[in-house]
């Protein structure tokens, strides 16, 4: 909850110092009540299962898991917490996240979008409408 408030209330206040009227107004409590509820509808969902399938398929693969968390000790070690500048010498656990990115197959479709107005995007023409 903290961490959505914080990212919304981020983007409204980085919003309202670099734009000027009338855009100003796009950065309303409504467009921030909207921004947080996107963050927990697009959020939530997708992690959790996520983990699912990472707990599954490390279950059924211990030879992988073990591997990973070879890696993890070595790396991160045991007291401490994974950081960001870890990732670099984590080969094989990225790796295996990417993994299960790729056979959970979360949102093989993803969301249906629409052209809302013609547009031309890298040479290519959009027209109005298409999907
Ligand atoms: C493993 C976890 C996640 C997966 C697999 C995932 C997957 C995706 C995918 C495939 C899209 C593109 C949908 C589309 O437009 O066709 C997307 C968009 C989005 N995701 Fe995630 N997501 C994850 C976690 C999160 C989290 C934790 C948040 C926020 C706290 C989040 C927020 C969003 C938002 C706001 C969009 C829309 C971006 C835009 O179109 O401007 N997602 N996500």
Known sequence: M?????ISLSICLSISISLSPPYLSLCTVDHL?????ELFLAGSETT????WWAVFFLASNPQA???????MDRVVGRDNTPALAHIYRLPYT????????????????????K?????????????????
């Open 115 to 131: 052209a809302t107005e013609d547009v031309s995007l890298g040479g290519y023409r959009i027209p109005k409408g298409k999907v």
């Open 65 to 71: 898991q073990q591997t990973m968390q070879e890696e």
């Open 94 to 113: 990225m790796a295996t996240i990417s993994e299960v990115q790729r056979i959970g197959n979360l949102l093989p479709f993803a969301i249906p979008h």
């Open 48 to 51: 959790s299962s996520t983990l």
């Open 33 to 37: 009540k909207a921004n947080i509820l």
């Open 2 to 6: 903290f961490l959505c408030s914080y």
